[in-house]
């Protein structure tokens, strides 16, 4: 089965520019997560969809990230205004159901804030 | 507050050698317990999982891990590594609605 795609890759934007990911799961996978991931450090759920509701955004920072999965199906998350502090790669994952299902990660998107 | 810690952010092995790595976690309640490694270049990908019973579990690779919940630990074991285990590995609690909390990881080298 082909896996969870997210484009771009890399991304460097200066400081208070914008920027947006994009991932598309693997087909019926309900859930859809996306995780920061520092240098360093574990990923970090920021927000997690079943379908097209969000089901925990608790840890993602409202005032600057957004996120949206219109359709159920594929999902963008969006960084205005970055600081130099999100500077990390952002993963996409998604499972079947918010049961106990395997999550299946993407490659991610490597972001550096200049 | 929930948490994973991992013992050792880096560990370098000689081929053959016997792999341990630590795991605790902190989380009030009943618990799924994963180890997910990402080998150089590549997505992050389950290398073993414990949700009920036998508290012994076997992976991929010849990975197995142990849940000891008395010590709230989730060890994961090797008992002869190759080159080809040279990864990082991260150990990973869930509990309601599949949310995942990882542990920082442990790099692991692992040398001809």
């Known amino acids: 089965e082909a896996g969870v795609a997210q484009s771009p890759r890399y991304k460097i934007i200066e400081k208070r520019q914008s920027v947006a990911f994009w991932c598309n799961p693997i087909s019926g996978h309900a859930t859809l997560y996306w995780y920061q991931q520092i240098l360093g450090q574990g990923p970090k759920l920021l927000i997690q969809?079943?379908?097209?509701?969000?089901?925990?955004d608790s840890q993602l920072p409202k005032d600057r990230f957004s996120a949206e999965r219109l359709k159920g199906v594929d999902s963008t998350l969006k960084i205005q205004p970055a600081k130099l502090e999100d500077s990390a790669v952002y993963l996409c994952?998604?499972?079947?159901?918010?049961?106990?299902?395997?999550?299946?990660f993407g490659d991610g998107t490597r972001l550096s804030i200049l | 507050a929930q948490s994973v810690s991992q013992h050792n952010h880096h560990v370098i092995l000689s081929e053959a050698a016997s792999l341990e790595l630590g795991c605790n976690y902190s989380?009030?309640?009943?618990?799924?317990l994963f180890w997910y490694v990402q080998y150089p270049g590549q997505h992050l990908q389950l290398l073993l999982k414990?949700?009920?019973?036998?508290?012994l579990v076997k992976g991929i690779k010849g990975f197995e891990a142990e849940f000891i919940k008395s010590k709230f630990s989730f060890n994961l074991r090797k008992p002869s590594v190759q080159w080809s285990d040279t990864a990082e590995y991260f150990c990973?609690?869930?509990?309601?609605?599949?949310?995942?909390?990882f542990g920082a990881g442990t790099r692991l080298a692992v040398h001809p």
């Open positions: 414990y949700f009920s019973g036998d508290p």
């Open positions: 969809f079943q379908n097209n509701g969000v089901v925990d």
């Open positions: 989380y009030g309640g009943t618990v799924n």
């Open positions: 990973a609690v869930s509990g309601g609605y599949n949310k995942l909390i």
């Open positions: 994952a998604s499972s079947l159901d918010q049961g106990n299902q395997p999550q299946h």
